[in-house]
């Protein structure tokens, strides 16, 4: 059974890096059916999709954060991260890493979540 | 930003029927990428409900329909029971964002 699992420091200062890891349990950040994305939820609110990688190195990033975002995957250590640049209280979040189905049909979704992890940025 | 569109809120009674709306465009929903589903019980991480705007993963049960017409898709629940008491996301791929995710802006199901 694949399992997902997010860790990394749960603080941040303003205008710093969030840097968070997804560890995949069960199965391979390698396998060509699927991309690895991160979601995040800010208290509250709905489901903001962040970007995801393939174990390629091949990309895909929300426009409205592409310029402080990167995703990459490490299939030595079957995970894949994410880094958050200049945030701002506006990027306090519940950050979730999830599988993507991406080729076949149906697809462009996602059918395995982590529990997600709080990343807070305050001074 | 939220591009899909649902109630904030819908409630029912044990046994009875609710449908959530999900509103896109011709860019998402319209489009053949596809309209899927997610059920977010509280405190816990969302879980793929529906995908393909039909089809359900093993284990969901079978009175959770889902449909689609145009640019617009339904989560149906039929027969309501305490434990669908959750928030529910529709979600699609949208070409106008150059190839992004979204989702709708979420509804809290009650159950009274």
């Known amino acids: 059974q694949v399992q997902l699992q997010e860790s990394g420091p749960g603080l941040v200062k303003p205008s710093e890096t969030l840097s968070l890891t997804c560890t995949v349990s069960g199965g391979s950040v390698s396998s060509d059916t699927y991309y690895w994305s991160w979601i995040r939820q800010p208290p509250g609110k709905g489901l903001e999709w962040i970007g995801n990688a393939f174990h390629s190195g091949r990309t895909n990033y929300n426009p409205s954060l592409k310029s402080r975002v990167t995703i990459s995957v490490d299939s030595s250590k079957n995970q894949f991260s994410l880094k958050l640049s200049s945030v701002t209280a506006a990027d306090t979040a519940v950050y979730y890493c999830?599988?993507?189905?991406?080729?076949?049909?149906?697809?462009?979704?996602?059918?395995?979540w982590g529990r997600g992890t709080l990343g807070t940025v305050s001074s | 930003q939220s591009v899909l569109t649902q109630p904030p809120s819908l409630s029912g009674a044990p046994g009875q029927n609710v449908t959530i709306s999900c509103s896109g465009a011709?860019?998402?929903?319209?489009?053949?990428?596809?309209v899927h589903w997610y059920q977010q019980l509280t405190g816990s991480a969302p879980k793929l409900l529906i995908y393909?705007?039909?089809h359900r993963p093993s284990g969901v049960p079978d009175r959770f329909f889902g449909s689609k017409s145009g640019t617009s898709a339904s989560l149906a629940i039929t027969g309501l029971q305490e434990e669908d008491e959750a928030d529910y996301f529709c979600q699609s791929y949208d070409t106008s964002l150059t190839g992004s995710y979204v989702f709708g802006t979420g509804t809290r199901v009650t159950v009274l």
């Open positions: 393909g705007t039909k």
């Open positions: 999830a599988r993507e189905i991406r080729t076949g049909q149906p697809r462009w979704y996602f059918d395995l």
């Open positions: 011709s860019s998402n929903i319209g489009a053949d990428y596809g």
